[in-house]
């Protein structure tokens, strides 16, 4: 009589922000975005009608940007991207998934996605190197919501802001910028991320402080001067005091002074408006209008080798993981 072996399923649940698809999608997405108590810590009903007017004021500035895109943002894609190629990276026993925190295909959806592969085990897996409560923490509280009662073990890779082959491929995608740069002048390099409110750090989420590691982290794989580097923060939104210096601020500060620029995205791991827009149109046509003599912009590390091996290692061996079951 013959026996079988049965292979352990194991659910990886990948999770980011979200983006609309389309421009219809715009202001549910901002309305979503700005409801979040992890963005907006009031109380209902005044979160909720502050979030109605914000999505109504930026509604045309962000479908302008959207536009630049054909009209919708590429995260959806780029992500689904990453999960089929770490699914291949893990092989066997595992399936990938997919969850926005604000767009589709939201928690609930993917939830009910998991539920019906009947895995043995969850390991939620954020596409945020560094840990914040307004993503990585909001993520998580979410996800609990819609998967209470649920007894499957599921665990919870918090951040991985220094991990060997994400810092890894971020260096193989700056070096070839670098070395051009190299050729026009002495090059500044810029490691940029998304800004946060001082009142979020000063609260105690350790975002900054996990940024601040991931670019040490690079200065010393990259073997550059101190001196070269700058780490600053975008996409700042509303009058709070955000953390600084801001990425436009130092833009403007090296093109002043005639340094080629080196821009780096430290906190982002796929394409998306910040990037495509803000970098590679808003940031770019700032620096060259105020004389910079050269601007790279390198690469997310979307689905490069060395970053999807960070991923299957974080999933393999869950170091840095906490049990939420």
């Not at 601007?295 to 974080?314: N, W």
């Given at each position: 009589?013959?026996?079988?072996?049965?292979?352990?399923?194991?659910?990886?649940?990948?999770?980011?922000?979200?983006?609309?698809?389309?421009?219809?999608?715009?202001?549910?997405?901002?309305?979503?975005?700005?409801?979040?108590?992890?963005?907006?810590?009031?109380?209902?009903?005044?979160?909720?009608?502050?979030?109605?007017?914000?999505?109504?004021?930026?509604?045309?500035?962000?479908?302008?940007?959207?536009?630049?895109?054909?009209?919708?943002?590429?995260?959806?894609?780029?992500?689904?991207?990453?999960?089929?190629?770490?699914?291949?990276?893990?092989?066997?026993?595992?399936?990938?998934?997919?969850?926005?925190?604000?767009?589709?295909?939201?928690?609930?959806?993917?939830?009910?996605?998991?539920?019906?592969?009947?895995?043995?085990?969850?390991?939620?897996?954020?596409?945020?190197?560094?840990?914040?409560?307004?993503?990585?923490?909001?993520?998580?509280?979410?996800?609990?919501?819609?998967?209470?009662?649920?007894?499957?073990?599921?665990?919870?890779?918090?951040?991985?802001?220094?991990?060997?082959?994400?810092?890894?491929?971020?260096?193989?995608?700056?070096?070839?910028?670098?070395?051009?740069?190299?050729?026009?002048?002495?090059?500044?390099?810029?490691?940029?991320?998304?800004?946060?409110?001082?009142?979020?750090?000063?609260r105690g989420d350790p975002y900054q402080g996990h940024v601040e590691k991931t670019v040490q982290s690079l200065i010393e794989k990259l073997e550059i001067?101190?001196?070269?580097?700058?780490?600053?923060?975008?996409?700042?939104?509303?009058?709070?005091?955000?953390?600084?210096?801001?990425?436009?601020?130092?833009?403007?500060?090296?093109?002043?002074?005639?340094?080629?620029?080196?821009?780096?995205?430290?906190?982002?791991?796929?394409?998306?408006?910040?990037?495509?827009?803000?970098?590679?149109?808003?940031?770019?046509?700032?620096?060259?209008?105020?004389?910079?003599?050269?601007?790279?912009?390198?690469?997310?590390?979307?689905?490069?080798?060395?970053?999807?091996?960070?991923?299957?290692?974080?999933?393999?061996?869950?170091?840095?993981?906490?049990?939420?079951?």
């Amino acid at each position: 009589m013959g026996s079988s072996i049965r292979v352990k399923k194991t659910a990886v649940v990948l999770f980011n922000l979200g983006g609309p698809a389309s421009q219809e999608e715009v202001k549910p997405f901002l309305y979503s975005l700005f409801s979040d108590p992890a963005i907006i810590s009031l109380p209902n009903p005044f979160r909720s009608i502050l979030a109605y007017f914000i999505a109504r004021n930026r509604l045309k500035e962000t479908q302008a940007i959207y536009a630049h895109l054909g009209g919708g943002s590429p995260l959806l894609k780029n992500t689904k991207a990453q999960a089929t190629a770490l699914q291949t990276e893990l092989g066997d026993g595992y399936r990938t998934f997919v969850a926005m925190r604000h767009a589709a295909p939201k928690m609930q959806a993917t939830f009910h996605e998991v539920k019906d592969y009947d895995p043995q085990e969850v390991i939620l897996l954020p596409l945020y190197p560094q840990y914040s409560t307004t993503t990585t923490e909001s993520f998580l509280k979410g996800w609990n919501k819609v998967a209470k009662g649920w007894m499957t073990p599921t665990h919870f890779v918090s951040s991985y802001p220094t991990q060997n082959d994400f810092i890894e491929a971020t260096r193989v995608l700056t070096v070839p910028h670098y070395e051009k740069a190299k050729t026009q002048g002495e090059p500044m390099v810029l490691f940029t991320a998304h800004g946060l409110p001082e009142k979020i750090i000063k609260r105690g989420d350790p975002y900054q402080g996990h940024v601040e590691k991931t670019v040490q982290s690079l200065i010393e794989k990259l073997e550059i001067s101190s001196k070269e580097v700058v780490l600053c923060y975008q996409s700042r939104v509303g009058l709070l005091k955000w953390i600084g210096p801001s990425t436009e601020e130092e833009v403007l500060k090296a093109a002043q002074e005639r340094k080629p620029l080196v821009v780096v995205p430290v906190s982002f791991v796929s394409e998306h408006s910040e990037t495509l827009v803000e970098l590679d149109i808003t940031y770019r046509n700032l620096a060259l209008s105020h004389g910079c003599p050269a601007y790279y912009r390198v690469e997310t590390v979307q689905t490069h080798p060395s970053f999807i091996r960070c991923l299957a290692t974080l999933v393999k061996e869950k170091d840095n993981s906490i049990n939420v079951a």
